[in-house]
Structures are given as structure tokens and as C-alpha cells.
């Protein structure tokens, strides 16, 4: 049994798992899955790419929100189902989004979901275009109808991810302000509403970094898990480099009743883009982290994350040696464990 509790959380016994590779010899306790990538090009007629994607278990096996590449340019979301995790069935048709009226509401672009039950209903975030880049958030209790909600912020603003249970009496939703173009700079912000509706309590959570990893940019990525140490994180940072940027993935923990206090923050990346199909590709050098699947029984996790804007991959871990080395290698500034109001 692990020392450090996952909560709140169902046992998931089929969770999608591959022992670590006895010549494995990084230090971080994370590693790739051996058949990287889970999904390739051309996937579905009229999908290129499939990368940046959210899974969830759903119904004894698993379901995810897929952002597919069309081959027209343009981004959208589609659904899938798998029995393990690993093999995917996708729909070759896009998520048909309504009003509340159950009249269509297709965003003109969907990419970069995140998927979160929270209570009795599962929630999506994507960024869209509202007017500029902002995020769309819609919601289902049976995956076939899914209701657009009303846009929590105004543009520009992307990453967006709902925790799964309230804090404090209020719903709580990460995101990243940014700009209107390839964002070069970006923090980690924390919103608080008491309906899903109107966003508010705005706080400030993590600047990007002096490492060198993370030192343009940092966004938040699969949704925050519950702990017995606090809000486990994992986000992607982003780095400049001569070629362009290059997106690796860390962690962090959060405070359990503040998170918008940052307790760990691992000084190191977790992955970074060493593979072909994370460095080869539409957009080269590229992993991005956008969902978990975890088990309270075993301590194990498994990450989805998209490589290269072209392939969707997977990493594994154990709760207990990945909380021993963030904390190992925890370099947390004042402005990270401050409240985040000024």
C-alpha cells in the first residue's frame, strides 16, 4: 500500500499499466510506455493528427475527448471509447455541442481538452475562439449530449482544467491567460465560482520558472489529483530555444484548502522531448500533458500527453516515489506559496 493516499477517487484494477524498464537509468520516476505512440496519423477519415486529448474511466472501461487535427486545418473535439485504455475507438464523427436548448453550438474551433467529473456530471474545457482565444466549457452525464456552458473569461486565455471536487464551498478551475498570438509568457491562475457560471476570486498560482525548462511559459494540465500530501499538478513548460520552443512536463503540489499556495514544485522536468514522435513531427519537441488515470489501491498513474502536435502518448508513475522526488527537488519561490493576491 502506498504512503501517500490518492483520495477521493475509485479503484481503477484495469488501469492501463508497464513496469518500468530495468534499464531505465533517469532519475525521475516517470517513464514512457513501450509502444508509444497510442494513436498515430490519419486515425479517422478526415483526422490527421490526434494529439493533446483527455481520458476518464467511464462504464467499466474508458472514454476520452480527442483533439483531432482535420485535414482541412482546423481543430476539433472527438470521442472515444477503449476497454483498456490503450486502443482506441473513435467516432469518426465530432462531439455534437448544443445550447441549453438542445440546439446545435458548434464552437468554430475545440482543441486541447480536458476532461473532469465533478458530482454527478462530467465537465470538458477546450480552448476556442470567443471573439480571440479563450475557453470553452461544456457539460454531459451520458456522452451523447453535451451542453455549452456559458465562457468563464473573456479572451485571451487557454489551459483550463476544473478540479473535481469543490474547495471551500466553491467550484475551482485553472487556466493561463495569455495573448492573442503563440503566447511568450503565461502563469498558472486559479478561478472560484459557486455555480459554474460566474468565474471570480481570481489568484495567482505559479509563475513560469528560472529553470531552464520552463522559463517562458507554464500551463496547467491534466486535472489537479487529490492526495494526503495535497493537490498533485502535473503542467507543461515551455522553453526557448534557437529552433523554437520546446514543451517538457513537471509536477507540482498544490494546498489541499488553498491552492493557489503551491507546497512542492519539482526544479526538474518529468519528461522531456528525447523520443521520435516527441521530437519528429507537425510541431516539433513538443510533450504535453492533458489527463490522468490513477488508482487509490496501487498507487499507479498513468499520463496521457501529446507528442510533437502529432501523436498521443503515454508516461507511468507511482504516487509514492513521484511525491518523494518532488519534494526532493522542490525549489518553491515566495510568490508561489503566497495566497496570490496582491
Not at 264 to 288: A, D
Request: with cysteine; hydrophobic share 35%; aromatic share 14%.
Amino acid at each position: 500500500m502506498s504512503k501517500v493516499k490518492i483520495l477521493n477517487c475509485p479503484s481503477l484494477p484495469n488501469i492501463p499499466w508497464q513496469d518500468r524498464p530495468s534499464d531505465d537509468h533517469r532519475d525521475a520516476p516517470v517513464w514512457r510506455y513501450s509502444e508509444n505512440p497510442i494513436i498515430g496519423r490519419n486515425p479517422i477519415p478526415g483526422v490527421a493528427r490526434v494529439f493533446n486529448s483527455a481520458a476518464a474511466p467511464y462504464e467499466g472501461g474508458f472514454i476520452a475527448l480527442f483533439r483531432g487535427e482535420r485535414t482541412n486545418g482546423i481543430p476539433m473535439i472527438y470521442l472515444g471509447k477503449s476497454k483498456d485504455g490503450i486502443h482506441w475507438d473513435i467516432d469518426p464523427e465530432m462531439v455534437p455541442f448544443t445550447d441549453e436548448n438542445g440546439q446545435p453550438l458548434m464552437p468554430r474551433y475545440a482543441y486541447d481538452p480536458r476532461l473532469v467529473k465533478v458530482e454527478d456530471a462530467w465537465y470538458a474545457m477546450w480552448c476556442q475562439d470567443n471573439y480571440g482565444a479563450a475557453i470553452g466549457m461544456a457539460r454531459t452525464t451520458d456522452f451523447k449530449t453535451f451542453t455549452r456552458l456559458e465562457n468563464p473569461f473573456i479572451p485571451f486565455n487557454r489551459n483550463a482544467v476544473l478540479f473535481p471536487r469543490k474547495v471551500n464551498g466553491r467550484y475551482q478551475l485553472l487556466s493561463r491567460p495569455s495573448d492573442s498570438g503563440h503566447t511568450p509568457f503565461g502563469d498558472i491562475w486559479l478561478s472560484q465560482s459557486p455555480d459554474m457560471k460566474f468565474w471570480g476570486m481570481h489568484r495567482h498560482v505559479m509563475s513560469s520558472g528560472s529553470k531552464w525548462w520552463e522559463s517562458v511559459k507554464i500551463g496547467s494540465g491534466a486535472a489537479p489529483i487529490e492526495t494526503s500530501e495535497g493537490w498533485l499538478l502535473f503542467y507543461h513548460g515551455a522553453s526557448s530555444t534557437c529552433s523554437g520552443f520546446v514543451y517538457s512536463f513537471g509536477a507540482a503540489i498544490l494546498d489541499i484548502d488553498e491552492p493557489s499556495k503551491v507546497k512542492y514544485r519539482c526544479e526538474n522536468f518529468l519528461i522531456t522531448p528525447e523520443e521520435w514522435y516527441e521530437e519528429k513531427g507537425f510541431v516539433p519537441s513538443v510533450c504535453f500533458p492533458c489527463a490522468t488515470l490513477q488508482d487509490p489501491d496501487t498507487g499507479r498513474i498513468a499520463i496521457y500527453y501529446g507528442a510533437a502536435d502529432t501523436y498521443l502518448a503515454m508516461a507511468f508513475t507511482e504516487i509514492d516515489p513521484l511525491v518523494d522526488y518532488i519534494k526532493a527537488h522542490s525549489d518553491v519561490t515566495d510568490t508561489d506559496a503566497e495566497v496570490g493576491i496582491r
